[in-house]
């Protein structure tokens, strides 16, 4: 069992930079692939970067390579999004999930834990 709490979301104008974080509490963590995702309203949840059980392997969504940063600290069960660059259509509510496998994914249906979302609104 995974619990994830994310955290570091917020109001942003465009142009600037936000760190979101995700706690992970369980056993496995540094065993589990990770993944960010966001939602905005009336849209599915979809891909934004997964990073593999040591960080060694990464990917990111077209919509935001080159700006986001997706990194993990397996000592303090961690990951990271860090996000550049904001534009308006960045808004949305971004969720952590956790795979119950070591190798990274893009697939939302392939993770097994998911946190509670934090809001990121981008100002244009």
């Known amino acids: 069992q995974v619990h994830l709490v994310e955290s570091g979301g917020g109001l942003v104008q465009a142009g600037g930079s936000l760190r979101l974080s995700c706690a992970a509490s369980?056993?496995?963590?540094?065993?589990?692939?990770m993944g960010w995702f966001r939602q905005a309203p009336g849209k599915e949840r979809e891909f934004v970067a997964t990073i593999n059980w040591n960080g060694g392997s990464l990917y990111y969504a077209d919509s935001v390579k080159g700006r986001f940063t997706i990194s993990r600290d397996n000592a303090k069960n961690t990951v990271y999004l860090q996000m550049n660059s904001l534009k308006s259509e960045d808004t949305a509510v971004y969720y952590c999930g956790a795979r119950g496998y070591s190798g990274m994914s893009w697939r939302a249906v392939e993770y097994a834990y998911w946190g509670q979302g934090t809001q990121v609104t981008v100002s244009s």
């Open positions: 369980g056993r496995t963590f540094s065993k589990n692939a």
